[in-house]
């Protein structure tokens, strides 16, 4: 099984910051990378798939980048509605795999 | 309007049975791939089970390989789970995904663009 990274755990910034999350994968999966936002007591939501390609209606100021074993998720300037818990995912073979999830909070 | 929308969650002691539910609608069911994701109480996403569009494949995580049966109804737009020799650990909020797919210059990509709101699962005496 194809084991994922994340780092940091947890992390704490301010509205308007820039933020950078790490994934990395245990073996190369390509481009095969996805990121997903979750709140609390809600579901997944897809924010970036095959690594670097924004799902419709999801803000300019997420980014991905990355290819092979190492990806990053980038989020330009913190909203308020940013702060949440951030997932990657690995479809490059199954089974699936999850990140242990950053939680993103307000500093 | 595109929707998955889980039931069949509950309480059930440990060694029992249950049988978890996805009705979907909005889109065209049979032209996709679908899993079912969990969530332990404060913990991250675990991949459980995914079935191809056809239903003639089918996977599992190793932490329910023979105890839970992935299944699904395309005329009924319905995705099935049953978990059969529950143990604690297997409590969590289960979610059904849809897997969408996208052809790449030379490769595949696959990603879970719709999921439902969950049903929650609590195995306890």
């Known amino acids: 099984d194809i084991q994922m990274t994340q780092s940091p755990s947890s992390l704490s910034a301010s509205v308007g910051d820039r933020v950078t999350i790490t994934c990395r994968a245990s073996?190369?999966?390509?481009?095969?990378l996805n990121w997903y936002q979750q709140n609390p007591g809600k579901a997944p939501k897809l924010l970036i798939y095959a690594a670097s390609t924004l799902q419709s209606g999801v803000p300019s100021r997420f980014s991905g980048s990355g290819s092979g074993t190492d990806f990053t998720l980038a989020i330009s300037s913190l909203q308020p509605e940013d702060f949440a818990t951030y997932y990657c995912?690995?479809?490059?073979?199954?089974?699936?795999?999850f990140g242990q999830g950053t939680k993103v909070e307000i500093e | 309007e595109v929707h998955l929308l889980e039931s069949g969650g509950g309480l059930v002691q440990p060694g029992g049975s249950l049988r978890l539910s996805c009705a979907a609608s909005?889109?065209?069911?049979?032209?996709?791939?679908m899993s079912w994701v969990r969530q332990a109480p404060g913990k991250g996403l675990e991949w459980v089970s995914g079935?191809?569009?056809?239903?003639?494949?089918?996977y599992y995580a190793d932490s329910v390989k023979g105890r839970f049966s992935i299944s699904r109804d395309n005329s009924k737009n319905t995705l099935y789970l049953q978990m059969n020799s529950l143990r604690a650990e297997d409590t969590a909020v289960y979610y059904c995904a849809k897997e969408a797919t996208i052809f790449g210059v030379v490769t595949q990509y696959w990603y879970f663009d719709l999921w439902g709101r969950g049903t929650l699962v609590t195995v306890s005496s």
């Open positions: 995912q690995q479809s490059h073979s199954t089974p699936r795999t």
């Open positions: 073996q190369s999966i390509s481009s095969n």
């Open positions: 079935i191809r569009a056809s239903g003639g494949t089918t």
């Open positions: 909005g889109f065209t069911f049979d032209s996709y791939a």
